[in-house]
């Protein structure tokens, strides 16, 4: 029994990582038709609008819902911008300026710059080779960007993408996952408050609400009439493939194999990612941006090594003196309950995949 769970979990992860690769090259095809700010923001008002009948029916129900506590506002509203709204202008329109591949690589970073970020919050303690790991990932990150070909054969925008659209787009594409460590930082705070559909709901909201001001005038000058069949089936898939099926699945995984086991299939999304760009846009990377994102997934495990290492240290020593080297560290938040695994994606009990909304 125990060995079928196993094996469902690994065929669930599997499907986790196709979908998750494949989905990148398919918002590049709707770019040949469709504007990335017109995309994005209808996506999202489709989105917040399974969100809040999702919601409302839990409502309806007797569950938790339309609960907002006026502390938490300023958190919430930081949450929606930093994982929806500013998120996505940084990730979509990085993603139309640069390879798949590039794409994804530099967007799951986001665990190197939520330690960065935890660090100067000095909320945890940062292992020496937690450390080592992330400067050799950001070493790998500036090779790569530096690396970038001077064309690239690119389906997007309808043009040969130059070395500086590569640029743009591989410093969007950090900022996009600097963002994201944000929001899973603040979401660690809510989550013990909000259930996954509210939670997901009240920021989805905000994100698109932030979209708005880009998203309407896109989608007003968009020539709806240029728009293929293509585009109205990959629209409903980007819903609820790269979202609320798949975040489903990963959570559930983490529930019976743990975090540790589950945060490995998650290094292989940016491979993934790229053979299907290299099979299907035939997306050209030089040997040197190869090297580079092998240094830079190379990072990635030694820092989560180092992660693996303090915990183990720390479940090592008796449970008052943890508890005690806990809270004496300077800034270090009270513990927090671990939210209940739920199949709405928004607050993971584990470390969220970079790229979340895809």
């Not at 409502?59 to 506590?69: E, L, N, P, S, V």
Request: include cysteine.
């Amino acid at each position: 029994m125990r060995r079928n769970i196993a094996q469902a979990t690994d065929i669930g992860l599997a499907f986790v990582v196709l979908v998750w690769g494949f989905s990148p090259t398919l918002f590049k095809v709707v770019f040949t038709e469709v504007q990335p700010l017109a995309f994005v923001f209808l996506r999202f008002l489709v989105l917040s609008a399974v969100a809040l009948l999702v919601l409302a029916v839990r409502g309806a129900r007797g569950g938790r819902a339309w609960r907002i506590r006026r502390g938490d506002i300023a958190a919430l509203v930081i949450s929606g911008l930093s994982g929806y709204g500013l998120y996505q202008l940084f990730y979509m329109i990085g993603l139309a300026h640069t390879t798949v591949f590039a794409s994804a690589l530099l967007v799951a970073t986001v665990p190197v710059w939520s330690v960065v970020f935890l660090a100067l919050l000095r909320a945890e303690r940062v292992h020496p080779t937690q450390w080592l790991g992330i400067a050799v990932s950001l070493a790998g990150v500036a090779w790569f960007l530096l690396a970038a070909p001077t064309h690239t054969a690119e389906v997007t925008l309808s043009r040969p993408l130059t070395a500086g659209d590569m640029i743009l787009g591989g410093v969007l594409s950090l900022g996009a996952a600097a963002l994201f460590a944000v929001y899973g930082i603040v979401n660690k705070r809510l989550a013990p408050t909000y259930s996954p559909p509210e939670l997901m709901c009240y920021t989805l909201c905000i994100g698109t609400l932030a979209l708005a001001p880009f998203g309407i005038p896109a989608l007003l000058s968009q020539n709806w009439q240029a728009v293929t069949w293509h585009t109205w089936v990959i629209l409903p898939y980007s819903v609820l493939f790269p979202i609320y099926l798949t975040y489903s699945i990963w959570n559930w995984a983490i529930g019976v194999r743990g975090v540790g086991y589950v945060t490995l299939y998650s290094y292989a999304v940016p491979i993934m990612g790229g053979v299907i760009g290299f099979l299907l846009l035939h997306e050209a990377l030089t040997s040197a941006q190869l090297a580079a994102g092998a240094i830079v997934l190379a990072g990635m495990l030694v820092a989560r090594w180092g992660v693996m290492r303090t915990v183990s240290v720390t479940a090592g020593r008796p449970a008052a003196k943890a508890g005690e080297a806990r809270m004496s560290q300077p800034g270090a938040p009270a513990p927090i309950p671990t939210p209940a695994q739920g199949a709405m994606p928004s607050a993971p009990a584990g470390p969220r995949p970079p790229s979340t909304v895809r």
